[in-house]
Structures are given as C-alpha cells and as structure tokens.
C-alpha cells in the first residue's frame, strides 16, 4: 500500500513515530522545553535570535539531566541533535511534500552561490519535515528528514540542521552558513557531523553506511529543497488548498515569536503541497528569490 501517496489522509506518519519516542526516551523534554523557551533571556538564560526556536546548549542540558550527568559521553552526543529537530518539529507539526517535477527540478539544481544564513531566516516553520518517498541517500532509503535553524550561542553562529530519517536511523548533519560554497559550508562541519551521525545513543545504534565519503554531493539536493522553501514566490498550499500562512515571517515584537498563532492547535499535523501550481519549473538554487535580489 502506498502510504505516502499525497492525497491519503489516513497516512502513518513518521515524525510522530520519532516524536513518540523522544516522549517515552525523555519523559521530561517537553516540559523543559517549555521551561527553557519561557526563560529566554532571564534567569541568567542568554537571549537568542527569534529564528531559532532553542539553541542546542538547552537540549544538551536536557539529555544531560536525562543521564544524571553534567557532561554527555560521546555515545549520547547524537541524541541532542536529534531531540533538538523533533522537539523544534513538534511545535508547529508540518509535514510538506514537493510534487514530484518540482522536487526533481530543485534537486537537479546546483548551489552555485554561497549560502547566505540569511536566505534560510525564511523557514516557513522553525523546523520543517520534507517527505522523500522512494529515495535513497547514502545507500540507504530516506523516508524524509527535518529541517531547522540553530544558534550557537558561543560562536553567535547561525547552522543549518539536517536529520535524515533513513529506514536504517536518525542522522544529523550540520551546515555551517555564509560560506563560499557547499562544498566549504560541509568540510567546517565534518568532524561534528561524522560524530552526530555515528550511532550511538537511545535513538540508534547503526552507523550511517557510505554517507559520510560524499558528505556534499549527498547533502547538496536536499539542501536546495530547504532553499526553496525559503523562496519569496514559494507555492505552498494545504490539501483543499488553503495557503500557507507563516507568523514566524511576520513577527516584529521580540515577545511574538513566543506567542506565534498558525491557527491550529499544537497537536495537529498539517500536510503541505509543494508546487502545486507550478508543475516542472525552471529553477536556480543560487537565487532564492523571485526578483533575483
């Protein structure tokens, strides 16, 4: 049965399967979270951009509670990276699918600019899950994967984060941003990407296969779908067409973004349509915007 067929409503969907198990892995992350976005910038908490739903440092606190430990070994490292996607997922909850010529045009396409951290400031959502049925990545079949944006607050630099969810594990990937190109951007994150994607941890235990020996070339495609969600014309739409309508572009209180409205309660998934309108595209990942500004 084709579970992924993009007008089945009664889907499984996967990010709830891993949401799940973060829940039953770490009883108290939801409520930290929550504890750790509602202190933003007192209780001695640094502030952050309101890009970034929740640095990293706060989901390495909260495994490392988990643990009873005040320094995580290596072998749990990878369930921060993998917390934070989920945990930043399962507040807006969207799930969103390219139509297949779009997704074969923008994936074709290569990065050929450098990649502005500003470009990807235009997530629709603070973490998004982009479905990929029927492909493969690293030798290994990719079911889809999240996407956010994360805020060092010790470097006070902004990474693009990737978690693959493959049929064989969960695997994240860093993208340091404003580098020349693709191939750089990846090569300043291998060693920490070799070690977040490893296996390890409670979420999984088997290595990521040949991923790691064309770190760029693998990552390039799915980077450019990010990319095109952050397009100005981007062509997002529900099933029964409702279109897509983000707060997160439109705050401009330093308060709102903690408040942000997407008209639907937290706990329902909503399906995205990619394209729908555009069918095969002529497409340049370099420039994400419409007027080519």
């Not at 606190?61 to 070994?73: F, N």
């Not at 580098?179 to 490893?198: E, F, N, P």
């Not at 064309?214 to 397009?231: G, K, Q, T």
Request: overall charge negative; hydrophobic content about 40%.
């Amino acid at each position: 049965m084709d579970t992924y067929h993009i007008n089945r409503f009664e889907q499984v969907f996967r990010p709830l399967e891993h949401m799940a198990a973060v829940g039953w892995l770490y009883p108290e992350a939801w409520r930290q979270i929550d504890k750790f976005r509602a202190s933003k910038g007192k209780n001695s908490l640094p502030d952050w951009p309101d890009w970034c739903f929740l640095p990293m440092a706060a989901f390495y606190a909260i495994v490392s509670k988990e643990a009873g430990v005040t320094r995580l070994p290596p072998h749990l490292l990878p369930d921060v990276t993998r917390l934070a996607a989920i945990g930043t997922w399962r507040y807006t909850r969207g799930i969103y699918r390219f139509y297949p010529d779009v997704s074969d045009a923008v994936m074709s396409a290569k990065i050929s600019s450098g990649l502005s951290s500003e470009v990807f400031f235009r997530l629709p959502e603070w973490c998004v899950y982009i479905e990929m049925p029927e492909r493969e990545w690293g030798g290994m079949s990719l079911h889809g994967f999240f996407a956010h944006m994360e805020w060092d607050t010790e470097e006070g630099r902004a990474t693009l984060r990737l978690l693959l969810d493959c049929e064989e594990g969960l695997y994240p990937y860093p993208v340091r941003l404003d580098a020349d190109t693709l191939d750089v951007a990846v090569s300043r994150a291998t060693k920490a990407a070799r070690m977040q994607s490893m296996g390890g941890g409670r979420f999984s235990s088997t290595s990521p296969g040949n991923a790691n020996a064309s770190m760029a070339d693998n990552l390039e495609p799915l980077v450019s779908l990010v990319l095109y969600l952050c397009r100005e014309d981007v062509d997002i739409s529900e099933q029964g067409g409702k279109t897509l309508n983000s707060p997160i572009l439109e705050a401009n209180n330093e308060n709102e973004w903690l408040e942000a409205n997407f008209g639907y309660a937290h706990e329902t998934v909503r399906r995205w349509q990619v394209g729908k309108r555009m069918g095969l595209i002529s497409y340049t990942a370099h420039d994400p915007q419409p007027d080519g500004k």
